[in-house]
């Protein structure tokens, strides 16, 4: 197959996937994500994967006016996925969401996604926008407020990289 026939496979199929997100091997032998751009969220920012993954490992090391951790919970990790499909195009399946994070690198953090502990959240006081919940970090309940503070510290570190 010559190079030529194999651009325009890929052109192909990239044109006309509906998967959302897949591997693409490029050149070098490297694989990097493609994130379809309909199946990203209305306002999903295009992020690297370098810039996402940098901000991530960048929030697993921040710390809290007491000197604590402020992601020190599995759960924290609802926070997380909710900006990071939310803004960055991620996938919203845990299997999917589970497989991102290993392709970046991200499945042997301090604090490891687990998609059980995600599911057993339950925010009834914030909303599903989550860049309306910057609103609440003075007057979220206790259990609310350890995701706004992940949440809001993880959008701006996406914003400060994106700068």
């Known amino acids: 197959m010559t190079d030529e026939m194999k651009e325009k496979m890929m052109q192909s199929l990239l044109q006309n996937a509906r998967v959302g997100q ?4 490029v050149e070098s032998g490297a694989t990097v994500n493609y ?12 992020r690297t994967d370098e810039e996402v993954s940098r901000a991530v ?5 921040e710390r809290d006016a007491d000197g604590g ?3 020190k919970e599995y759960g924290q990790w609802y926070a997380v996925k909710t900006v ?3 803004l960055c195009g ?3 399946k845990p299997a999917d969401f589970q497989r991102t994070l290993t392709n970046l690198g991200l499945d042997q953090l301090r604090v490891n996604y687990k998609q059980e502990s995600v599911k ?18 003075n007057t979220a309940d206790e259990y609310s407020m350890k995701q706004v503070k992940v949440a809001v510290r993880l959008m701006e570190l996406l914003k400060n990289d994106a700068v």
Request: some cysteine.
């Open 90 to 92: 991620f996938p919203v």
């Open 84 to 86: 990071l499909t939310s």
């Open 57 to 61: 490992r960048q929030l697993m090391e």
């Open 35 to 46: 994130y379809e751009a309909e199946s990203r969220p209305k306002g999903a920012q295009t």
């Open 120 to 137: 057993k959240v339950c925010l009834h006081q914030l909303p599903p926008n989550v860049e309306l919940w910057h609103q609440y970090q």
């Open 69 to 71: 951790f402020i992601m």
């Open 22 to 25: 897949m591997n693409v091997v």
